[in-house]
């Protein structure tokens, strides 16, 4: 149990457009779900908290409307990032929290998305 | 501010033991989790703390000391599989939507030699 999916696992697209990745909790129901980038050789960094039907908590120096998450439901959330650019390349990886979770419960990390922008 | 240190690279042998050290100074604690990372791959669970003491889980066993703000990852009998970053990350305060943030070290790169 307790599986995350990402769709797409790689995405390569061109600088200007815009590319959505979505993060779905399979077999549990998800009122947080965070997302997190990783550059090469680097920790994972938060950059916001998607609660289910409300604003997004973003981290400090994460643009909010360049990259936009949307969490419509208890089983998925959206990262949509908006005009990208070559510097946005990494690679992004949600995790969910399940619904009800105790305290020694981790978050369920999903498999991760590679994205390169040309 | 966050700050947690780990050191960057361990090399060991095969069936050896390997210690990662995990310091902490955050402004809020709500337990430590460390995880396993391979290239390319979604961080793996590995261990829990949140009260001082050791925790044994097979062959990995987690370390924590809450006052001195430190924390250990312990590998035992160590195998090929196992080289792959290893990942310190300290959970925040409780909000009323989650438990609470994770904040990740830069994780120690562990690499096992025959």
């Known amino acids: 149990g307790a599986v995350v999916s990402q769709h797409p696992s790689r995405v390569i697209c061109k600088s200007g457009t815009s590319v959505k990745i979505e993060c779905r909790s399979l077999d549990f129901q998800a009122t947080t779900m965070f997302w997190y980038r990783q550059f090469p050789k680097q920790s994972l960094m938060l950059m916001a908290t998607s609660n289910e039907g409300s604003k997004a908590t973003y981290e400090q120096g994460v643009e909010k409307d360049k990259f936009l998450i949307n969490h419509a439901s208890l089983t998925l959330s959206t990262l949509t990032v908006t005009s990208a650019h070559p510097e946005d390349s990494s690679f992004y990886i949600c995790?969910?929290?399940?619904?009800?979770?105790?305290?020694?419960?981790?978050?369920?990390f999903g498999p991760g998305t590679r994205l390169t922008v040309l | 501010g966050q700050n947690i240190d780990q050191p960057t690279e361990m090399t060991a042998t095969e069936g050896a033991i390997v210690q990662i050290n995990c310091t902490y100074q955050t402004s809020g604690f709500n337990g430590l989790f460390w995880y396993q990372q391979h290239a390319g791959e979604a961080p793996t669970f590995l261990s829990y703390n949140v009260l001082d003491g050791l925790e044994e889980k097979g062959r990995f066993s987690s370390f924590l000391s809450r006052s001195k703000g430190y924390s250990y990852l312990l590998l035992k009998e160590l195998q090929m599989k196992d080289s792959a970053s290893y990942l310190c990350a300290v959970r925040d305060g409780k909000t009323t939507d989650s438990w609470g943030k994770l904040q990740f070290g830069a994780g120690t790169q562990v690499v096992v030699t025959p």
């Open positions: 995790s969910a929290e399940p619904q009800g979770a105790s305290s020694t419960d981790t978050q369920y």
